[in-house]
């Protein structure tokens, strides 16, 4: 714990001295990625084809600020897949699902102010928020 400080600042440092060197803020190239990719022949080769889409998606997480078609597609495609069916569970089963850090004494402050949260959204519907809204 007590060397977190220093690596924070290590990694300020170098995201600090890159910004400056790299143009459009990219820390890579299509070429080294490519390269990269090559030299690692399991890069992008999950146990499921999403799992591989998914590792290569990681790569350009920044689309998702900058488009917001991407963006869309990129919150439905999580919603979908791993929120959804945990809806009936109620409000504390999409927290886990969502952000689960928050949840078993990871962050309850959090986790409450979620729930919070929901509960006055649900109030300005006239909805019920049901049980369960804590994880």
């Not at 919150?75 to 109620?90: C, D, E, I, S, T």
């Amino acid at each position: 714990m007590a060397m977190l400080p220093f690596l924070v600042l290590g990694v300020a440092a170098l995201v600090l001295s890159a910004a400056g060197m790299v143009a459009a803020q990219n820390f890579y190239t299509r070429r080294s990625f490519l390269a990269g990719a090559r030299a690692n022949p399991n890069f992008g080769k999950g146990r499921t084809g999403d799992d591989g889409k998914r590792e290569i998606a990681a790569f350009f997480a920044h689309k998702v600020a900058q488009d917001p078609e991407v963006a869309f597609k990129a919150a439905l495609w999580f919603w979908m897949n791993n929120v959804k069916q945990v809806l009936p569970r109620g409000f504390g089963a999409t927290t886990r699902a969502i952000n689960s850090g928050e949840c078993n004494g990871g962050n309850t402050a959090a986790m409450n102010a979620r729930a919070g949260y929901y509960r006055a959204y649900c109030k300005q519907f006239g909805v019920d928020p049901g049980s369960s809204l804590t994880c």
